[in-house]
Every structure is written in structure tokens, then in C-alpha cells.
């Protein structure tokens, strides 16, 4: 896969991501970012073996450095978790220093509810904070050949544009 036909999926893909959160389609928007969050973790050249792990690394390098979010990694994994698990029976057990998620569409920083268990996570900054850890992550490959390689033959296991509308998922 190529770079070009790299970033049109993902533009695509945040496409659609940012139409549902523009219509407050909040189930839609939840699902469809989680899914690219995990999946964009998926890609990277040398993640750890463990995969929440990697998930885990990636968010609070690329995407919680700003600190507009309130949130940690390890509460966007749990949450990755009860969205992406959520037709399974299996229930997964949250973790002591972590608060429930709640989605509001304020743009302003804020850190929301009182409660020391919950949280409230605007959720057009949290797509816009992943746009930018995607491109910035991208960018960061610079001149790396072999990283950029082995990112892109990651990326050919999701989908890639063939050309003339042609898609092979």
C-alpha cells in the first residue's frame, strides 16, 4: 500500500467519523472512532507483543500531549474495550484509577463532571486529537524507510483503494 492510498482510506474514514459527530449521531461516532483508534494501533511498525500495551503507548504519545482531553490512556483503553467487547458476554473489568466516560460535544477543555468516577470527554476534541496524532505519527516517519515500509504493509490488511472506485476490504 501506498502512502497516497494510505491517507485516502483514513481521510475516508475520518470523514464519516467527523459526518456522525457533526449530526451528534453519538453511538455511530463512538463506535466508528474506537474502531480506527484500535485498528490505526494495529498498524505500527514495532508495537509491543501485548496489545493493550501499544495502545496504551501510542494514545498518550501521539494523542493525550496536549491535555486537552482530561482523560488518560488507560480510561481510552477501557472505553476501546467496553465498545469494541460490547457484544461479547465476557465483561471486562474496569481498573481502580480509572472513570467512566461520558461524550459531550463542548469543544471547550473542561474537565466536566464532580465525580471522582466519572468524566466527561468532549468528543469533537477527542476526534480532532486523533487526526492529528495520526498525521503527526505519519509525519514522525520522516526519512525511517524501513518504518514507513512496515507501516504500509500493515496498512495493506485493511482496506485499500484500487483505483477507479475500486475497494478491496
Given at each position: 500500500?501506498?502512502?497516497?492510498?494510505?491517507?485516502?482510506?483514513?481521510?475516508?474514514?475520518?470523514?464519516?467519523?467527523?459526518?456522525?459527530?457533526?449530526?451528534?449521531?453519538?453511538?455511530?461516532?463512538?463506535?466508528?472512532?474506537?474502531?480506527?483508534?484500535?485498528?490505526?494501533?494495529?498498524?505500527?511498525?514495532?508495537?509491543?507483543?501485548?496489545?493493550?500495551?501499544a495502545f496504551e503507548a501510542w494514545v498518550k504519545k501521539w494523542?493525550?500531549?496536549?491535555?486537552?482531553?482530561?482523560?488518560?490512556?488507560?480510561?481510552?483503553?477501557?472505553?476501546?474495550?467496553?465498545?469494541?467487547?460490547?457484544?461479547s458476554r465476557k465483561k471486562v473489568p474496569a481498573a481502580a484509577?480509572?472513570?467512566?466516560?461520558?461524550?459531550?460535544?463542548?469543544?471547550?477543555?473542561?474537565?466536566?463532571?464532580?465525580?471522582?468516577?466519572?468524566?466527561?470527554?468532549?468528543?469533537?476534541?477527542?476526534?480532532?486529537?486523533?487526526?492529528?496524532?495520526?498525521?503527526?505519527?505519519i509525519g514522525s516517519l520522516g526519512n525511517d524507510l524501513a518504518?514507513?515500509?512496515?507501516?504500509?504493509?500493515?496498512?495493506?490488511?485493511?482496506?485499500?483503494?484500487?483505483?477507479?472506485?475500486?475497494?478491496?476490504?
Amino acid at each position: 500500500m501506498e502512502q497516497d492510498d494510505f491517507m485516502r482510506t483514513f481521510e475516508e474514514v475520518l470523514d464519516t467519523i467527523e459526518s456522525a459527530v457533526a449530526q451528534r449521531k453519538t453511538t455511530s461516532s463512538v463506535f466508528l472512532l474506537f474502531s480506527a483508534l484500535n485498528g490505526f494501533c494495529g498498524l505500527l511498525p514495532d508495537p509491543p507483543d501485548d496489545e493493550r500495551e501499544a495502545f496504551e503507548a501510542w494514545v498518550k504519545k501521539w494523542m493525550l500531549r496536549d491535555g486537552k482531553l482530561y482523560c488518560n490512556e488507560k480510561e481510552l483503553w477501557e472505553e476501546r474495550c467496553r465498545i469494541l467487547c460490547s457484544a461479547s458476554r465476557k465483561k471486562v473489568p474496569a481498573a481502580a484509577d480509572t472513570r467512566e466516560i461520558f461524550y459531550v460535544y463542548d469543544e471547550s477543555p473542561r474537565q466536566g463532571s464532580k465525580k471522582k468516577t466519572a468524566l466527561n470527554v468532549s468528543l469533537p476534541l477527542l476526534l480532532k486529537a486523533f487526526n492529528e496524532a495520526v498525521h503527526d505519527y505519519i509525519g514522525s516517519l520522516g526519512n525511517d524507510l524501513a518504518a514507513q515500509r512496515k507501516f504500509y504493509e500493515n496498512a495493506q490488511r485493511y482496506a485499500v483503494i484500487a483505483g477507479d472506485g475500486v475497494v478491496k476490504v
